[in-house]
């Protein structure tokens, strides 16, 4: 059974710094592009930030800047570093695994992990 799970969250303020977590069990790791989404209260669910097999990395504009997404295969993580954290970026975070083989997909999401900022 795969299982993401995130850890890391939790309550900063203005201007902090949180990095997030995400243990995935799943096998051939290296080869799933991985991403972090959020969703606040009353929105849609959104991209944060990707990185592929590979380590490119892209953002989305209101993160760039200021959180990096990274990846450390041999432990099968995968994280986020968010600094110059502000009230907005408040929201569940979750992580998310997808790959595609000879036009299967697969497409995994973590449980979420609050984070909060406010002074």
């Known amino acids: 059974q795969v299982q993401l799970v995130e850890s890391g969250g939790g309550l900063v303020q203005p201007g902090g710094s949180l990095r997030l977590s995400c243990a995935a069990s799943?096998?051939?790791?290296?080869?799933?592009?991985m991403g972090w989404f959020r969703q606040a209260p009353g929105k849609q669910r959104e991209l944060v930030a990707t990185i592929t097999s590979s380590g490119s990395t892209d953002y989305a504009d209101s993160v760039k800047g200021r959180f990096t997404i990274s990846r450390d295969n041999p432990k099968n993580t995968v994280y986020l570093q968010m600094n110059s954290l502000k009230p907005e970026d408040t929201a569940v975070y979750y992580c998310?695994?997808?790959?595609?083989?000879?036009?299967?997909?697969?497409?995994?999401w973590g449980q979420g992990t609050q984070v909060t900022v406010s002074s």
């Open positions: 998310n695994a997808d790959r595609l083989v000879a036009g299967i997909r697969s497409n995994y």
């Open positions: 799943l096998s051939a790791f290296s080869i799933y592009a």
